[in-house]
T-cell receptor, first 115, second 113 residues
Framework: EAGVVQSPRYKIIEKKQPVAFWCNPISGHNTLYWYLQNLGQGPELLIRYENEEAVDDSQLPKDRFSAERLKGVDSTLKIQPAELGDSAVYLC?????????????FGAGSRLTVL | KQEVTQIPAALSVPEGENLVLNCSFTDSAIYNLQWFRQDPGKGLTSLLLIQSSQREQTSGRLNASLDKSSGRSTLYIAASQPGDSATYLCAVRTTDSWGKLQFGAGTQVVVTP
């Protein structure tokens, strides 16, 4: 079974440019998460989806970040315009249910460098 | 707000020694606690999940304990191997945030041959 797939793995852009990251969760997992991980820190939740509904986006900087999960499967996270401080690893994770009992499976992440 | 702390930030041990990694959290109202492993440039791999009603979980050479009242969890790795070199992160899920894991910053482990 394929795990959580993310692309691109690496992205280097100039500041003020837009960037998008894509995530394909494990088949059948209805809960999808986007996490931000800065160097030397633990991941921080940006947004959580239950199917196609964003149920927790309180940590998403909505002035420049947006996310969507059409049809409740794949998800896209977009930054426009990117700032230097957005350089980080963006991790996608999925689980079979939104309840606390389920283990999250993470993708390999998308590393963003903003110059 | 739940805060999760992992000390030390880095640890180096010779092969064969037992590893002891510590995790502390400020709010004891947790649903569960997970330990993850992260290799350089990779995502996180779940190692063990302990429900709030449990005291410990074991998987092979790994054993994790949980003391909710004192806000602590410890991950033991027996007979360490160079392949155990990675960053280990703990994360708690509080009872009021079903979907949100609060992570520590991790402990970077190096096992020398």
């Amino acid at each position: 079974e394929a795990g959580v797939v993310q692309s691109p793995r690496y992205k280097i852009i100039e500041k003020k440019q837009p960037v998008a990251f894509w995530c394909n969760p494990i088949s059948g997992h209805n809960t999808l998460y986007w996490y931000l991980q800065n160097l030397g820190q633990g991941p921080e939740l940006l947004i959580r989806y239950e199917n196609e509904e964003a149920v927790d986006d309180s940590q998403l900087p909505k002035d420049r970040f947006s996310a969507e999960r059409l049809k409740g499967v794949d998800s896209t996270l977009k930054i426009q315009p990117a700032e230097l401080g957005d350089s980080a690893v963006y991790l996608c994770a999925s689980s079979s249910q939104g309840t606390g009992a389920n283990v999250l499976t993470f993708g390999a992440g998308s590393r963003l460098t903003v110059l | 707000k739940q805060e999760v702390t992992q000390i030390p930030a880095a640890l180096s041990v010779p092969e064969g020694e037992n590893l002891v990694l510590n995790c502390s959290f400020t709010d004891s109202a947790i649903y569960n606690l997970q330990w993850f492993r992260q290799d350089p440039g990779k995502g996180l791999t779940s190692l063990l999940l302990i429900q709030s009603s449990q005291r410990e979980q074991t998987s092979g050479r790994l054993n994790a304990s949980l003391d909710k009242s004192s806000g602590r969890s410890t991950l033991y790795i027996a007979a360490s191997q160079p392949g155990d070199s990675a960053t280990y992160l703990c994360a708690v899920r509080t009872t009021d945030s079903w979907g949100k894991l609060q992570f520590g910053a991790g402990t970077q482990v190096v096992v020398t041959p």
